[in-house]
């Protein structure tokens, strides 16, 4: 009887053994709980694997994936070897594109690569710096030439702190009556397209019946003696066509009337220019006090007459 029983928990003992060994192997429907005291690793699903394809580990726990050639994860970590290019971010490496290939941004070491245009971006940015360093060193020198000396308008102009004067329209303006056409008219300054009634005006003691005495402006019949009398109305009186051309001896022209306006009373080169008759003459000496060269910036040093950049 008691042999029996020793037998029997052998028996027992035995299966206890086949049970486990078949929960650590994997997805066969063991499923005993995580951790290095039942089996060498696990998934986050609650399998048991091997050590060298238990999962990678993350923060707090693993996430399914194999481990590194090399690698294990016996108890929630990959430890062992570690490989570059292997597309695993191990430490000592900054990045890992999954090849041995350098220019490809992370080269054959597994560590960051700066592009072909960052690499152009720094060259530009040190030639700046270069440049900047280069104008700080750089500064007007000279003396600036004195406004007195300067004969030119143009130059004094151009010269900083040089006033070249204000400038006269001279010359005799056209008068208007020399032109013909309505453009030329009412281009010259002063002048206006208009007209005017010239001739005589026929005599009303002319004129043998009322209806032609007194169509003539001025004139009027008598009855009583049967003639026409009175004194016609003068064609320059006349302010329009129409009274013009219906006055017999008088006719209509257009022509261009006014006073032009003196060249001396024109305060603008471009409106003296304009005026017929007329010229544009700068002004007097060059006045001022030219800017000395040392205040001046390397841009307004190269404009400045007697400064140079040095």
Same mark, same amino acid.
């Given at each position: 009887?008691?042999a029996?029983?020793?037998?029997?928990?052998?028996v /027992?003992? +035995?299966?206890?053994l086949?049970?486990?060994? +078949?929960?650590?192997?994997g997805? $066969?429907?063991?499923e005993?709980a995580?951790g290095?005291a039942n089996c060498?690793?696990?998934c986050?699903?609650g399998?048991?694997w091997?050590?060298t394809?238990?999962e990678?580990?993350g923060?707090?726990?693993m996430s399914?994936?194999a481990?590194?050639?090399?690698?294990?994860?016996?108890a929630?970590?990959?430890?062992?070897?570690?490989t @570059?290019g292997?597309?695993?971010?191990?430490?000592?490496?900054s990045? =890992?594109d999954?090849n041995?290939?350098?220019? $490809? *941004? @992370?080269? %054959?070491? !597994?560590q960051t690569? &700066?592009s072909?245009?960052?690499?152009a =971006?720094? $060259?530009?940015?040190? $030639?700046?710096d270069a440049d900047?360093?280069a104008d /700080?060193?750089?500064?007007?020198t000279?003396?600036?030439t004195?406004c007195?000396? +300067? &004969?030119?308008p143009t130059?004094?102009?151009a010269?900083?702190?040089c006033d070249?004067?204000?400038?006269?329209c001279?010359g005799v303006?056209?008068?208007?009556?020399g032109?013909?056409d309505l453009?030329?008219? +009412?281009?010259?300054?002063g !002048? =206006?397209w208009?007209g005017?009634?010239? *001739?005589?005006a026929?005599?009303?003691?002319? #004129?043998?019946?009322?209806?032609? @005495?007194? %169509?003539?402006?001025g004139? #009027?019949?008598s009855s009583?003696?049967d003639d026409? %009398?009175?004194?016609a109305?003068s064609? %320059?009186s006349?302010s &329009?066509s129409y009274? !013009?051309?219906?006055q017999?001896g @008088?006719?209509w022209?257009?022509?261009?009337?006014g /006073?032009?306006?003196?060249?001396?009373g024109i305060?603008?080169?471009f409106m003296c220019?304009?005026?017929d008759?007329?010229r544009w003459?700068a002004?007097?000496d060059?006045?001022?006090?030219?800017e000395?060269?040392? &205040?001046l910036?390397l841009?307004?040093?190269?404009?400045?007459?007697g !400064?140079?950049i040095?």
């Open positions: 009887m008691r029996r029983v020793h037998g029997l928990a052998n /027992v003992r +035995i299966s206890v086949v049970v486990a060994a +078949i929960g650590c192997g997805d $066969d429907g063991g005993p995580c290095p060498p690793g696990c986050a699903d399998y048991c091997a050590g394809e238990a990678l580990c923060t707090g726990g399914c994936g481990c590194a050639p090399g690698q294990s994860c016996p929630g970590a990959c430890t062992g070897a570690t @570059c292997d597309g695993l971010l191990d430490a000592g490496e990045c =890992d999954g041995r290939a350098s220019g $490809d *941004g @992370c080269d %054959s070491l !597994c690569e &700066s072909p245009d960052a690499d =971006d720094a $060259d530009a940015d040190a $030639d700046a900047a360093d /700080v060193s750089r500064r007007c000279g003396t600036a004195p007195s000396t +300067i &004969s030119s130059a004094c102009a010269q900083l702190g070249a004067g204000r400038g006269t001279a303006a056209s008068s208007c009556y032109y013909y453009s030329s008219c +009412i281009g010259h300054y !002048c =206006d208009d005017q009634c010239d *001739g005589f026929t005599s009303c003691y002319t #004129y043998r019946s009322s209806y032609s @005495c007194t %169509s003539q402006d004139c #009027y019949w009583y003696s026409c %009398s009175g004194s109305r064609c %320059s006349m &329009s009274s !013009c051309d219906t017999d @008088c006719s022209s257009d022509e261009c009337t /006073v032009a306006t003196s060249c001396s305060y603008s080169d220019e304009d005026q008759g007329c003459e002004g007097g060059c006045s001022g006090t030219a000395p060269c040392e &205040s910036t841009d307004e040093c190269a404009l400045q007459a !400064c140079r040095s």
